[in-house]
């Protein structure tokens, strides 16, 4: 009997210690003193477009325009980063929840010996 409630005991300060460490983790790469797990990386590339025939100067300087108002509205690292914060919200959400079924399953242990 004592052997089950000590195991208890150590599965219900496992689970918790899960819970605790993903809350704290979260907290600190939400406060941006930790920086997100890189799941999804953007690798530069640089791409010249070729010139068409006909092409005329303007038409180059529209494109070139085009192209920095689209990266000033949308930077490119925006798009990895935001895949990974929600990257890293569904695993603490999954953490959470096991960590919540293993001390519920510490807790089991507990009361019934």
Do not use: C
């Not at 085009?66 to 990266?71: G, L, R």
């Not at 929840?97 to 510490?106: E, V, Y």
């Amino acid at each position: 009997m004592a052997a089950k409630k000590i195991f208890g005991w150590v599965i219900l300060l496992a689970g918790l210690v899960l819970i605790f460490w993903t809350v704290f983790t979260s907290y600190t790469i939400f406060t941006a003193q930790k920086e997100v797990p890189q799941i999804f990386k953007v690798e530069e590339l640089t791409k010249t477009l070729p010139q068409e025939e006909g092409d005329t100067d303007v038409e180059s300087q529209m494109r070139e325009m085009i192209k920095e108002q689209f990266s000033e509205m949308l930077p490119s690292e925006f798009l990895p980063r935001l895949l990974n914060l929600i990257v890293w919200s569904i695993f603490a959400g999954i953490a959470i929840f096991a960590g919540s079924h293993i001390s519920s399953l510490g807790i089991k242990l507990i009361k019934n010996t």
